[in-house]
């Protein structure tokens, strides 16, 4: 049986849509040892069907697949795997509900920053989000304000950002930011979603 001790890392990538997560999220893969999965948010997304929804029933849609793709990474962390999770932290219940989920201890936060001006530019060369989306989300992503490390990429390459979180990984102190965050959010006691401070 694995018990919480032996619960794989997650390194936890919280900035706004067009920010860089997932092309750092790559290069982790890449240069950090052992077997990493990469779970991004959008993935699960894409797995939905493509008839569209009934406008009304989309915000519990996307709710329920938000807490679905938690469900999966907490599945997949308590199996023993590691995770790079690529995540949206833009509604205050998706922290809580990680915060609930997750392992504490093995979770490393990292805020994901990028200026407004190179998020703009970055959303023209996409093409494939609405203009203004990455700008709306800055202001509601990094609310919480507690992270173990931060990368800004509106200059640092994704290779030059994965460097730095993988020194992070390596030197890992207790308490996390996860683990402080819990104490400020969640009332103690088993967990228990239901519990969170509003």
């Known amino acids: ?9 997650i390194v936890f990538l919280n900035g706004t849509s067009s920010s860089g997560k997932s092309s750092i999220a790559t290069e982790l893969l890449r ?32 709710r329920r697949t938000w807490e679905g793709f938690h469900r999966a990474v907490a599945g997949m962390a308590s199996a023993g795997n590691d995770i790079v999770v690529d995540h949206v ?13 997750f392992e504490p201890r093995n979770v490393l936060l990292v805020g994901v920053r990028c200026s407004p001006e190179e998020l703009r530019r970055r959303e023209r060369v996409r093409g494939d989000r609405p203009a203004g989306l990455a700008e709306h989300q800055l202001g509601l ?8 490390v931060e990368c800004d990429t509106t200059a640092a390459s994704p290779a030059e950002c994965a460097l730095r979180i993988r020194d992070a990984l390596t030197h890992h102190t207790s308490p ?17 979603r239901s519990e969170c401070f509003p």
Request: aromatic share 8%; charged share 25%; with cysteine.
């Open 1 to 9: 049986m694995i018990t919480p001790m032996d619960s794989g890392r």
């Open 31 to 62: 240069i950090l040892d052992g077997s990493w999965f990469h779970m991004p948010v959008d993935a699960f997304h894409a797995m939905r069907t493509k008839k569209e929804a009934d406008p009304a029933e989309l915000p519990a849609v996307l």
């Open 89 to 101: 932290l833009s509604e205050r219940w998706r922290l809580l509900d990680c915060l609930t989920l």
């Open 141 to 148: 992503v990094h609310a919480h304000g507690v992270y173990d």
């Open 176 to 192: 996390t930011a996860f683990e402080r965050l819990r104490r400020t959010h969640v009332r103690p006691g088993p967990l228990d």
